[in-house]
């Protein structure tokens, strides 16, 4: 017997949930599952930037699609750094940052776990508690050991700083401790800029790796603001790993585009380490498609259309703050109280924990043709002006059940 007694993989929480909405035949469904933004018609839009980038690039490009560099698009890749770091960052002017294009955020993490891994094979990862399902996946396939600092608190439906920072005090030396610098998936809740100021000391005082990932830049407060933890860290003399993903913020989920990001202590530390990350490339996918690096890097690198993208995106923001006005706005007509919707309102980007349990988003789907994850994590960009009413109508049934239950 040779595969006769392999089990079933037991199917993905999130990718799982999506491909069971598809399937879903009944009418008025709501996917509020996996991290797509869809606009006010449901429709996860093509943006203008991208066509014209599209059109460029199919006007210019006519030759036969080589191989890129195991690194990726360079012109990419520079363009990603000034994006992530700003253009005057030290790190970026003086050449410290080893960048890769990678296969969106997930290929990020698995990259950067693979490098970390065989070069700190002692230490540890410490992601928060909840974070996005597929952060442990993948750093435990890496090899790593994967443990949860306390984050999010349900009371508040905050974070609970002082107890994250107490326990990152703790951690040995060259821990890698995985971060969220905006729209904390799946909770939507984020440090302030003040509770970055306070870490930063504390990860550098205690010789830690931070690890950031970020995806939704753009979505919670604005570009400037979404990408301060990244550019704070940048400033204190950090030396620190950064994983982004293009997916959400330009539309392009199926190009799956993204980079890694090392930031060394030098320009000779930074071209040694990207060889590293282009080695380990070699032996996973050898190197990236070229389509998204080029479609992303002809609107970064113009500064019309990267003009226009920055609207979109800023479009998106104010939909998505609208749609948590929206669902407060309802929640309230439904007679809940203050502390059932107004968090809502705090949270930031895509993703809101409701609070339910495991039973109740079963419920949620089952008997309402509403999906959200298994852990109570929400999209709230699926919501549209059509299906928001539906949606309180549901959560309050839902939570009128629980409370008589
Ligand atoms: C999500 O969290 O829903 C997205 O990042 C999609 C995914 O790959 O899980």
């Not at 790796?209 to 990408?227: K, R, S």
């Not at 071209?271 to 970064?300: D, I, M, W």
């Not at 690198?301 to 998106?316: C, D, F, Q, R, T």
């Not at 104010?318 to 705090?346: C, S, T, V």
């Amino acid at each position: 017997m040779m595969f006769k007694n392999i089990p079933n993989f037991p199917g993905d929480p999130i990718l799982g949930l999506a491909e069971q909405f598809k399937k879903d035949p009944r009418e008025g469904k709501v996917n509020l599952s996996v991290g797509l933004y869809h606009d006010e018609e449901g429709i996860v839009p093509q943006l203008e930037s991208i066509r014209r980038a599209r059109d460029m690039y199919f006007e210019n490009e006519t030759k036969a699609s080589t191989y890129l560099p195991m690194g990726g698009y360079l012109p990419y890749r520079k363009e990603v750094e000034k994006l992530l770091f700003g253009e005057d960052a030290q790190s970026v002017k003086e050449g410290n940052i080893a960048t890769i294009q990678s296969l969106g955020g997930s290929g990020a993490l698995s990259i950067g776990g693979m490098f970390l891994k065989k070069f700190y094979p002692e230490s540890k990862v410490y992601v928060s508690n909840p974070t996005w399902g597929n952060h442990i996946s993948i750093f435990e396939a890496a090899g790593f050991k994967v443990e949860k600092y306390p984050y999010y608190d349900a009371a508040t439906h905050g974070v609970d700083f002082n107890k994250m920072l107490e326990f990152i005090r703790q951690l040995t030396p060259k821990s890698i401790v995985l971060l969220h610098p905006c729209c904390h998936n799946p909770t939507g809740a984020d440090l302030t800029e003040a509770q970055w100021d306070a870490l930063i000391p504390v990860l550098k005082d205690h010789d830690l790796i931070p690890f950031l990932d970020i995806a939704y830049m753009g979505m919670g407060n604005g570009f400037e603001e979404d990408t301060y933890a990244i550019r704070a860290m940048e400033k204190s003399g950090l030396y620190f790993v950064v994983s982004h993903s293009f997916s959400k913020i330009f539309s392009l989920y199926g190009e799956r585009i993204g980079a890694l990001c090392v930031v060394c202590e030098d320009q000779e530390a930074a071209v040694a380490v990207e060889s590293q990350l282009c080695g380990t490339v070699r032996k996973v996918y050898s190197n990236p498609p070229s389509f998204g690096a080029h479609l992303v890097h002809n609107v970064l690198s113009s500064p019309e259309l990267k003009a226009l993208w920055i609207e979109e995106v800023n479009g998106m923001r104010k939909r998505i703050k609208d749609m948590r006005q929206a669902l407060a706005d309802e929640l309230k007509l439904q007679g809940q109280q203050p502390e059932e919707y107004e968090f809502y309102l705090k949270q930031k980007g895509m993703f809101s924990f409701t609070g339910f349990s495991k039973e109740q988003a079963v419920a949620l789907r089952e008997e309402e043709a509403i999906y959200i994850i298994e852990n109570g994590r929400m999209c709230i960009a699926g919501l549209t002006s059509g299906n928001v009413k539906k949606v309180a109508d549901a959560f309050a049934k839902i939570e009128l059940a629980g409370e008589n239950a």
